[in-house]
């Protein structure tokens, strides 16, 4: 572990979803990893702005950045896992590219794959922030509290981007698991960004 990482807080990823839920007011998109990254998002707040990933694991901030281009007036977050991350970590050069002022990042870092037993991910203890600045995300770092969280919230919501926040994550599980199903969890996404009309009725 780096001596930048050392003494970070770990921190509860329902309760840090929750705070962010609660700050969105503008029906900012979010984007939830494949597992807890979702899970909890399902339980911190059911929004139609939210996208719940099932079984595509490292495509959240790809998705998000999809998101964050096609409708860049609007704020798009990807909630993801170290080890989903791990999976896809070229996006973050794509995302420093394509540059969307829109997207922020929130990384969960637990150094292990909690869904499927606990297991170390290769990268665990690697400085995901590192990292990210490195493929060129200049606007990246770590929270070292909630406190710390709330304001660097506060300010990707209120600048331009890209974000990345990096999070430590204590060993707690998700609060209920997500609805499985993908067929309803796009539909009502695509109504969330005004891209597919509601049904009406006669």
Not at 68 to 97: I, Y
Not at 136 to 141: K, M, R, V
Not at 180 to 186: K, T, V
Request: one cysteine or more.
């Amino acid at each position: 572990m780096s001596e930048t990482t050392h003494n970070l807080k770990r921190m509860y990823r329902f309760d840090l979803t929750t705070r962010l839920v609660a700050k969105l007011k503008q029906e900012e998109a979010v984007i939830g990893g494949i597992g807890h990254s979702n899970f909890d998002l399902w339980s911190a707040g059911h929004r139609p702005q939210n996208f719940y990933m099932l079984g595509s694991m490292g495509l959240a901030i790809p998705i998000a950045m999809g998101v964050a281009l096609a409708q860049p007036a609007r704020k798009t977050f990807a909630l993801e896992g170290d080890g989903s991350l791990l999976m896809e970590l070229g996006c973050l050069t794509t995302v420093a590219t394509q540059a969307p002022k829109n997207l922020v990042i929130i990384l969960f870092d637990n150094g292990i794959y909690q869904i499927t037993g606990g297991q170390p991910t290769p990268g665990a203890g690697a400085d995901y922030v590192a990292i990210a600045r490195a493929c060129g995300l200049t606007n990246a770092a770590w929270a070292a509290d909630e406190a710390e969280f709330e304001r660097m919230l506060d300010n990707a919501l209120a600048t331009d981007g890209p974000h990345f926040i990096g999070c430590k994550l204590d060993s707690q599980g998700p609060k209920a698991q997500t609805e499985r199903d993908p067929a309803q969890i796009r539909d009502r996404f695509m109504r969330g960004m005004g891209t597919k009309k509601n049904r009406t009725l006669g």
